[in-house]
């Protein structure tokens, strides 16, 4: 995590260790000094921890440099303190001693909008989430009676989760009588321009700050203080929806009576057009394996709350959403695998409770060819659940290895897979993350397909559900999954046959790094020809692997038998008791089994 550093003026020489000094001693018996998160010549904020309640809070001082400073300093207290809403901070007391004044809040871990920005701009749905946090909260401010005027990107702190608060009201109605007369506000181009100009502002200034936050979020760019002629948010950045653009830019209109009236009428007007869209768990990309000492101390978190249950053997692998470890269940003795989410995503209540639904649907599937799940626990913060212990690679890391697969392998692997979706989609549960890597080989050469269900519970149906892999990479997902439309068991018929393709050609069929890439090459181009990458491959095999990749559902097969008769009938279906190549496949497997990767 980055700490939000809230704008240190230039020139100035901050020294740290005087104000931890100088704050220790007046207020050291309350409270345990941890850090500074941010520090300007009069006022430091501290992460602190309240040594009578046990809990960490936010501890901002102000050193006596003149009446009117400390005056706007517990104004703005007080302004805060008229509030209450989660997605503002609380203050829970203010006081001076001595030449120091000071006032304690919630702790928020999290950076501010700002730098958050840096990294670029929010995710689509973490736009919409923040949208509503923000409207629903100046909601609230507008029902005290406090516009706030002005929110600088810098103190809206955003949480792991995606969440926004408001932590600053240095500039709002309430605080206005007290701000110095000489104090030109930073960030006026989140200030609406009657606000500008010293007008206190009434709601539809608010729209216009809210208007100009997620503009920042969803562009990545400031809006310009005059917003007559703003660029249009699609135009630099055209997965933006068009719901949220027509909200952020009627905000943005210059004349007050233009915008929305009060934040109730644009949150309504948005969510009317936004659809459902779900807030993603966690950001891809943020649950990669670490370094070595976060893997450590992971580790050991995880064994403690294992506790007597299970005994931590080895890593089997990272994905997405947490770490698969081959354990040993110490009630019935024998080993099983073990995924844990990763403990961001079991932060939401929410999710926590669809993993659990997801879980007991895929907990009811009995094949083969599926993975069976056997339990799904957690402790001490960590959620997981244990299945069956696979002792093979998975499809990926045997192209990886060995290249393209012999023709009657990849034969046996769809037979199976489609056996095994059959059975799913006859129960009512779409896989939608059928990937090489979700498709573990045994030692025998059989295919076991794991993670069912558990892309929709974890990651929700907004755009892109459950649709990029472990590499964030889209290749495997169907076009209506990455359009973000409602999906059906053709998707998995689908997604197999892109894995179809991956077997045979050692690559996927649509190679763009991006969901917008992929969608346009699945949409616009033609899969690679089999036929001209290997011999083996006939005209009917062909043809019946391109219908599962149609773009439009209604192309493919309607379902995992027809496919199966259709491919059967392209291939010749081995007679029962030969074999053929499995051997050497199960030679190959086992070869693999004795050289694990690294
Ligand atoms: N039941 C299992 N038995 C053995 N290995 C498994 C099992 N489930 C998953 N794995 C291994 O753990 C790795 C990580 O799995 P996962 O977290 O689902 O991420 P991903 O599927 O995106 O690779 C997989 O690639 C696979 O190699
Ligand atoms: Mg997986």
Redesign the pocket.
Request: avoid cysteine; hydrophobic fraction near 40%; charged fraction near 20%.
């Given at each position: 995590m980055t700490t939000p550093v809230f704008g240190i003026p230039a020139g100035h020489v901050t020294d740290p260790a005087a104000y931890f000094q100088r704050t220790e001693a007046v207020l050291g018996h309350r409270f345990r000094l941890d850090t500074i998160v941010a520090s300007s010549r009069e006022r430091v904020l501290f992460r602190a921890h309240d040594r009578t309640l046990k809990r960490q809070v936010s501890l901002r001082v102000n050193f006596f440099v003149g009446d009117e400073i400390r005056t706007w300093f517990l104004r703005e207290a007080e302004a805060l303190a008229q509030l209450d809403h989660p997605a503002i901070r609380h203050v829970y007391d203010a006081g001076t001693i001595g030449d120091l004044a000071f006032r304690v809040g919630n702790w928020i871990d999290g950076e501010g909008l700002d730098e958050a920005v840096k990294r670029g701009p929010r995710l689509i749905p973490a736009v919409h989430g923040l949208a509503r946090d923000l409207l629903s909260a100046l909601d609230h401010a507008h029902a005290c009676g406090i516009i706030l005027r002005r929110i600088a990107p810098s103190s809206l702190l955003i949480g792991f989760s995606g969440h926004g608060t408001v932590t600053d009201a240095r500039f709002s109605s309430w605080t206005l009588p007290a701000v110095p007369s000489d104090v030109v506000p930073t960030d006026q181009a989140y200030m609406a321009p009657e606000v500008r100009t010293g007008g206190v502002g009434d709601p539809a200034s608010d729209i216009y700050t809210a208007g100009a936050i997620l503009y920042l979020a969803a562009t990545g760019l400031e809006p310009p203080l005059d917003t007559a002629g703003v660029r249009r948010p699609t135009e630099i950045r055209p997965t933006i929806s068009r719901a949220m653009e027509r909200v952020i830019l009627r905000a943005l209109r210059p004349a007050p009576g233009d915008r929305y009236m009060n934040a109730v009428e644009m949150l309504e007007d948005f969510a009317s057009d936004a659809g459902t869209f779900e807030t993603p768990a966690v950001l891809p990309g943020t649950l990669r394996p670490g370094d070595n000492e976060d893997k450590a101390r992971w580790e050991k978190r995880l064994r403690r709350a294992l506790g007597d249950d299970y005994e931590l053997l080895s890593s089997?692998?990272?994905?997405?959403?947490?770490?698969?470890y081959r354990v040993r269940d110490l009630h019935l003795e024998r080993e099983v695998?073990l995924?844990v989410l990763h403990p961001l995503l079991t932060r939401d209540p929410e999710v926590v409770e669809r993993f659990r639904r997801e879980a007991q649907l895929a907990a009811r599937l009995n094949h083969l060819n599926i993975?069976n799940i056997y339990d799904i626990g957690g402790r001490a913060g960590l959620i997981w659940y244990t299945?069956?212990?696979?002792n093979g690679p998975?499809v990926a890391q045997l192209v990886e290895r060995d290249g393209p697969l012999p023709l009657d392998r990849t034969l046996r692997l769809l037979r199976e897979a489609l056996s095994a979706l059959s059975h799913a989609h006859g129960s009512g549960l779409v896989h939608r993350d059928i990937k090489p890597?979700?498709m573990?080989i045994e030692r025998d050469g059989g295919l076991r397909i794991?993670?069912f269900g558990l892309a929709l519970a974890l990651r929700g149906q907004g755009k892109f559900g459950g649709a990029t892999?472990?590499s964030g990479t889209p290749q495997f997902a169907s076009p209506e999954q990455l359009l973000g439309e409602r999906v059906d068991q053709r998707t998995d018929l689908y997604s197999l046959g892109a894995v179809a393709f991956f077997a045979l050609l050692g690559y996927p069929p649509f190679r763009g790094a991006t969901p917008e890439q992929v969608l346009a090459l699945q949409t616009l181009n033609d899969p690679p020809s089999l036929t001209g990458a290997r011999g083996d491959v006939s005209e009917e095999m062909e043809q019946v692997l391109r219908r599962a990749l149609s773009p439009e559902p209604s192309g493919r097969f309607p379902s995992a038998a027809e496919f199966l008769q259709a491919l059967n009938r392209a291939t010749r279906v081995p007679a029962p008791g030969d074999r053929g190549t499995d051997w050497e496949w199960a030679k190959a497997a086992s070869r693999w089994l004795r050289f694990p990767p690294p």
């Open positions: 089997l692998g990272a994905g997405g959403f947490g770490r698969v695998a995924k993975v299945m069956e212990l696979i998975s890597e979700n573990l794991t993670d892999s472990q």
